[in-house]
């Protein structure tokens, strides 16, 4: 049983900076697509971000365009954590965050194709 725990979320100024952090245990995730996810108050989830692996020590990132540019998704294996910094951020991304773990090679932005998720943790971003 895979278990993910978010955290860093926080309240930021518009404009501001973010660390999100979410630490897997279960098992080791080196070859496996980590995925974040947010929602935002009277609205559906909605694909943020994902990082894949593509053959040796090769990632891919994928990012959803309201967030290109101004979001970084990483991770550390050796630490079983994957991290997505905010920079810029907008009123807008104001949301609960969730990663997610995705045991096959699916769609990586389609949240029934994860697994396993975190519990969620909150970014709230001031005007």
């Known amino acids: 049983q895979e278990q993910l725990v978010e955290s860093g979320g926080g309240l930021v100024q518009a404009g501001g900076s973010l660390r999100l952090s979410c630490a897997a245990s279960g098992r080791t995730f080196s070859r496996n697509t980590m995925g974040w996810f947010r929602q935002a108050p009277g609205k559906e989830r909605e694909f943020v971000s994902a990082?894949?692996?593509?053959?040796?020590?090769?990632?891919?990132?994928y990012y959803a365009g309201s967030v290109k540019g101004r979001f970084t998704i990483s991770r550390d294996n050796a630490k079983n954590t994957v991290y997505l910094q905010m920079n810029s951020v907008k009123p807008e991304d104001t949301a609960v965050y969730y990663c997610?773990?995705?045991?096959?090679?699916?769609?990586?932005?389609?949240?029934?194709?994860?697994?396993?998720w975190g519990q969620g943790t909150q970014v709230t971003v001031s005007s």
């Open positions: 990082i894949r692996w593509s053959g040796a020590s090769t990632y891919y990132a």
């Open positions: 997610a773990f995705q045991t096959s090679y699916s769609d990586y932005s389609d949240l029934r194709e994860y697994d396993y």
